[in-house]
């Protein structure tokens, strides 16, 4: 409806805001209010949660049941990982990237109606190990979101050292070996937790074959299997860190693309494992 939607929107213009606020003080002074920046992703953050309240409470589920849906549950949760990560991390500019990325990915899915196509609610209560597949697979994409965030800064502080720029943006990125660890890091902590969710939908699967679509299991098990394949050749020296970061930007946009070739596989109505089964 309207009403999320507008929180939805809201939330990526603040989110857009702040990043464009930040860049151009960091742009003129040197440096940009940390606390301010993270004000602001926590208030596009609570605007986020009141959309997706919104739309649970209209569908009567969790919202899981479109691409729409998903990629704003995704990127709920990535703004979480930030807002919890940031004082591990330590990463000043990381809040910048993250505003940015949620904001451009929220107005992208704000701009393409086809992908918040209506769907049919079920009037029994969703099984258990749906609820956990979907929940814990969102996490795991938010991981990767977090590792396509932080590889795009990988990728733009060496862009800076070669073309030997110090000033700006630059200046405040982190040294490329500390993002190496923290996007190793990433990408094995996703890679494990994509490979849980998938054991509960297995498990699922086993006993309601007919229920889980087959298109989206093996989706799912090919994304987990390549980010397996690019730690796995980044592990064995295979690989530099630079293709890693190449690598885990191409997949994270593959696996948001793979999301929208599967609508109109939703149950018809009735069906108790109706919108669950189209999450990630």
């Not at 209010?33 to 209209?58: C, D, E, K, P």
């Amino acid at each position: 409806t309207w009403s999320e939607h507008f929180f939805f929107a809201s939330a990526a213009i603040i989110f857009g805001l702040s990043f464009i606020y930040a860049y151009f003080q960091l742009k003129k002074t040197g440096g940009y209010s940390q606390n301010l920046l993270y004000a602001s992703l926590l208030f596009g953050f609570v605007l986020q949660s009141v959309a997706l309240n919104i739309r649970a409470y209209t569908v009567q589920s969790c919202p899981l049941g479109n691409s729409f849906e998903i990629i704003q549950f995704i990127l709920w949760c990535t703004v979480l990982l930030f807002l919890i990560l940031r004082p591990i991390f330590k990463i000043k500019t990381l809040g910048l990237f993250t505003a940015l990325s949620a904001s451009l990915v929220s107005g992208i899915s704000l701009l393409n109606p086809n992908w918040d196509t209506p769907y049919s609610v079920g009037e029994a209560p969703s099984h258990s190990l749906i609820e956990l597949h979907a929940s814990i697979a969102i996490f795991s994409y938010a991981l990767y979101m977090l590792l396509a965030i932080i590889s795009g800064m990988r990728l733009l502080q060496e862009y800076g050292l070669k073309n030997l720029r110090f000033q700006g943006l630059f200046r405040s990125l982190p040294p490329i070996q500390k993002l190496d660890r923290i996007a190793h890091s990433l990408l094995w902590i996703g890679t494990l937790t994509l490979f849980l969710a998938i054991i509960f939908i297995l498990f699922y699967w086993s006993e309601h074959p007919e229920s889980v679509s087959l298109i989206k299991l093996v989706a799912t098990l090919l994304i987990s299997v390549a980010y397996l394949t690019v730690g796995l050749l980044k592990r064995f020296n295979c690989i530099s860190a630079q293709k890693q970061a190449v690598l885990a930007l191409i997949l994270f946009i593959l696996a948001l693309l793979s999301l929208g070739t599967l609508q109109g596989e939703h149950p018809p109505p009735l069906q108790q494992e109706s919108n669950e089964l189209n999450a990630p």
